[in-house]
């Protein structure tokens, strides 16, 4: 939206307003509508700073405060809009018994406005874009498929079926990570009730000899005045960067994208991302495929629900490449994501006639990578979660009894 002012005269004398529109004529109509007077001019201009504030408010609120669908509900609603579509039912009076039926509020209103929105001659998918945050871009890839093969039940059941097995996994992650967080947390709470008991006590005893402090004691003496000191700070200042990252990531494309190349560096991160997006491709592409959508609307399609920003852009790379009249194979052996062993395949589908039940393979290949990671996700915290632990452990170790050793040896040498 922009902002325009108008000068109009009214009762002979000049007035200024302030509107907001899409373009010039969309602020001339609602001038004429929302305010009395001859319009004489209008001009766009910046918006107003406290129009700015307002509006970022507004955004940032919705971006930390507003919650997606509860998956269980989705997954429910999904399914039962699967089950009344394929008994003949029309989508708008099953999103309408939908909405009615649902208890959760933010399902009730995307079913509500679907309803709302197909009667006034939008389509599904059109709707459900507005609420992608709140669905999942695989929810629309999956809308989509369904409106272009005009079979929506089935398309709607292998949704919950790709929903289901999502939970799953998360499930299975969290499951994996409650262990390793109960144990650093017990950790940190722990090392924090030291620094800040323990310490000070050793504090005076320090001061009094006026000592050269070994580094351990001035690291722990310098987090004691800290936590101390600037604790509360320390504490609302990292709450406001997490709130403010989240809120970048989703409303910034270069933050998000340099965020993205920075978790694709990360051990473990990466793994859990690359695979657990390229499974999520696959699934949705061999779906498409298997309908019989041309390719290169499979893959335009296909990515759009990839919320990574560097392996969308490298996977939109096999689009253009499609587009251009170059292979699907050498399109993905471009992009430098897959193994030569999945390269193959796609060869060994694409020439054969039977890319459908290879990329099925494909899908099942990146379906037990990704489950293997979640089934020794134990095995692969643990290292890192005994070094935080032992390195803790040294730090107090050290900076409490080195400076003890050093007196003892300085009152016995006298």
Known sequence: MKY????????GH???????GTDKADAINKVKKEHKGILIRIKEIPAPLDATIKEFLIQFNKTVANKRVQPKNLIAAVRQL???TNA???VHDALNEIATATNDPKLKEIFTQASENINAGLSLSETFKRYKYDVGGITLAMIELGEQTGNMADALASLADILEEIQENIQKFKKAMRYP????????????ILIMVVVPKFKSIFEKFNADLPLPTKILLGLEHIMSNYGFMVFIGLLLSILMGKYLYRNNDEFKYKMDAILLKIYLIKEIIFFATLNRFFIVFTELIHAGIPIADALDTATGMIDNAILKEKLEGVKLAVSRGISLTQGFKDTGLFENMIIQMISAGESSGQLDSMMRKVTEYYRMRFNNILDNMSSYIEPIMLAVIAGLVLLLALGIFMPMWDMARAVKSH
């Open 4 to 11: 325009y002012q108008a000068t109009l005269i009214v009762r």
């Open 14 to 20: 000049k007035r200024q307003v302030v509107v907001k």
């Open 82 to 84: 699967a089950v009344m």
């Open 88 to 90: 003949g039912i029309s």
């Open 181 to 192: 967080i109960m144990t650093l947390s017990a950790m940190a709470i722990a090392f924090t």
